[in-house]
């Protein structure tokens, strides 16, 4: 084993044979549990990291003190917990899955959870079911929206938006969407400006990448200019809104709700005001962002960037 590149895995330790299987004989692998000392002590030796957890922050320290590196994989289209500056000071690839767009067209884990997420915020799931739980039987204390008819606000009409939308218009919604940067719109689909959108939009989801120019792309002004008793989801990114505004939109009751999948600085969550609120309001709903992980998915695109890796290093894709 002389001389092989050691690959560095954290993610499903259950699905470590799927990227054994697609690396083959060339390549060492040593799988770590998603934890910053492990992955940093780890990566000391590593050729390669191959990232599908997001739980560790790479940070510029952990690229520093691993002479050796020489590729950073990540099976996940974002990549804000990865100091990428740092790689690119070493000319250290980063490969994430945004724009692979032929791996990723056929999975819809992150969409359908969007949408169950919008689901049990119009019905008041979480709550319904403890009140059951707690022996209760009174349905007048949780009347629900009926989707058919009601407008659906899309921002980001990529991928997962574009499913969105079909979930949408399979209820009987009106789907509008916001993209500036979608030239094609699917025919149940009206091109909106933002603001118009936000204003008459009984639901609202957001799917954008998140980078220096969508980072707190929407703010206080667009959380206000939401329409009354709307509800929002986000299965993005944390950083894409105004947290604090949000909050301030929930306990003013302007929104009906709202559904979570992702919180700024996660996984560090424990004292974040969006969880400590959700604790105690039956109107928030967080996930730990459980959006993309299904096996079915995960393997998939485990495979594939395993596959990336071996290209990388000369070997057949």
């Known amino acids: 084993m002389k001389g092989q590149p050691l690959v560095v895995y954290s993610g499903p330790r259950d699905l470590e044979p799927v990227v054994r299987e697609a690396l083959g004989d060339r390549f060492v692998v040593r799988w770590v549990p998603p934890e910053d000392d492990a992955v940093a002590k780890a990566l000391r030796d590593a050729a390669v990291f191959l990232d599908a957890s997001m739980r560790v922050r790479m940070t510029a320290a952990m690229v520093d003190d691993a002479p050796d590196l020489q590729l950073v994989v990540t099976a996940t289209t974002g990549a804000d917990h990865i100091d990428g500056a740092a790689l690119a000071r070493r000319h250290i690839p980063l490969l994430t899955l945004k724009g692979q767009t032929h791996v990723l067209n056929g999975l819809t884990p992150a969409a359908e959870h969007s949408w169950l997420l919008l689901l049990a915020c119009a019905r008041s799931l979480p709550a319904a079911r403890a009140h059951v739980i707690d022996a209760g039987w009174d349905r007048t204390r949780f009347p ?63 799917h954008v990448h998140l980078s ?106």
């Open 144 to 206: 629900g929206v009926m989707l058919r008819g009601r407008a659906l606000g899309i921002i980001g009409c990529g991928r997962i938006g574009q499913w969105m939308a079909r979930y949408g218009h399979a209820f009987g919604m009106v789907c509008r969407g916001y993209d500036p940067y979608l030239t094609e719109w699917p025919e149940h689909l009206v091109p909106t400006d933002l603001h118009a959108l936000l204003a008459v939009s009984d639901f609202v989801t957001l």
């Open 212 to 317: 220096d120019a969508t980072r707190g792309l929407l703010r206080r002004e667009h959380f206000e200019a939401m329409k009354p008793g709307a509800v929002f989801v986000n299965t993005s990114r944390g950083e894409l809104i105004d947290e604090a505004a949000l909050l301030d939109v929930l306990r003013s009751g302007r929104l009906r709700g709202a559904g979570l999948d992702v919180l700024g600085g996660e996984p560090d969550i424990a004292h974040h005001p969006l969880r400590r609120y959700a604790s105690e309001h039956a109107n928030l709903i967080i996930t730990p962002h459980i959006g993309g992980y299904s096996p079915d998915a995960v393997t998939a695109v485990l495979r594939f960037s395993a596959e990336r890796v071996v290209a990388h290093f000369g070997g057949a894709p």
